[in-house]
């Protein structure tokens, strides 16, 4: 196979697995229905960089996640101490709150919104909102990269309270999602994946990639 046969037949995959994402589990798209996108991976993976320039590029409104943490989980953190489940529980339930909430009006009622989302159950807690408030699309972007690049951009971070002594942790409680795998086989197939570990790929390359594709599951869910 050429390497741009390669090329193509790595579209043609992600096209069909965004395209699954695009209508992951509704049976009719409904017009009137607000985008919520969780942009997710373990710290210093890119999420607040590419949230905020997806939010730019297709006018949706940006939510810093970090925010929502109570100031007890701030000072664990910045003195890298990994949270546990209880830490991350008010934290999360917030999201998820903030999710279902009344829309902006200011801005675009459709959201993106930052949170490391590092399990299965934590990404479960946020689809709830979809229950709640019936009109939600709720879907996630995971930034994936190796544990060593992520240790080398949080050491180069500068004024952050998340050190490089936080990846590690991280990485051993991380259940990547699979969006190829269906939902009844463990799956998340509203997840779309993004490579963010290529040095040579760069910040713009990743948002033009992110942007791409999350025009195309937009696109694709309101047919
Ligand atoms: N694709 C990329 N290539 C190279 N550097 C990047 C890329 N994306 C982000 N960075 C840089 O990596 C660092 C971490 O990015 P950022 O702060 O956006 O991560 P984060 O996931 O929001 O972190 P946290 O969860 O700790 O808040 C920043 O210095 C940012 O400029
Ligand atoms: O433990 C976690 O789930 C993460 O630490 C996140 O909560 C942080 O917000 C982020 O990684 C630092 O910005």
């Known amino acids: 196979m050429t390497v741009q046969n390669i090329d193509t037949a790595l579209g043609e995959q992600q096209r069909l697995s965004d395209q699954q994402s695009a209508t992951a589990g ?3 798209p409904n017009s009137e229905h607000r985008w919520i996108w969780f942009v997710t991976g373990p710290t210093a993976c890119g999420k607040t960089t590419i949230a905020k320039a997806l939010a730019e590029n297709l006018n949706l409104t940006y939510v810093e996640g970090d925010d929502y943490h109570p100031k007890a ?3 664990k953190m910045s003195r890298g101490e990994p949270l ?3 830490d991350r529980a008010g934290w999360l339930q917030a999201l998820a709150e903030h ?3 009344k829309p902006p009006t200011s801005s675009s009622p459709h959201l993106v919104i930052t949170c490391s989302a590092l399990k299965r159950h934590y990404r479960d807690i946020l689809r709830l909102g979809s229950e709640h408030a019936g009109d939600l699309r709720i879907r996630f972007i995971f930034l994936q990269a190796p544990e060593e690049v992520l240790m080398e951009r949080a050491h180069n971070r ?3 309270f998340a050190k490089e002594n936080l990846v590690h942790s991280q990485f051993t409680i991380l259940e990547m999602p699979d ?4 939902k009844e086989k463990g799956g998340e197939p509203d997840v779309v994946v993004v490579d963010v570990g290529e040095k040579e790929k760069g910040v713009e390359e990743v948002v033009r990639e ?3 594709r999350v025009r195309g599951v937009m696109h694709l ?3």
């Open 179 to 182: 969006p190829r795998k269906p």
């Open 84 to 86: 546990t489940d209880a």
């Open 158 to 160: 500068r004024g952050h």
């Open 73 to 75: 989980n701030v000072e």
């Open 26 to 28: 509704e049976k009719k």
């Open 99 to 101: 999710e279902t909430a």
């Open 221 to 223: 869910g309101r047919e």
């Open 210 to 212: 992110v942007v791409e």
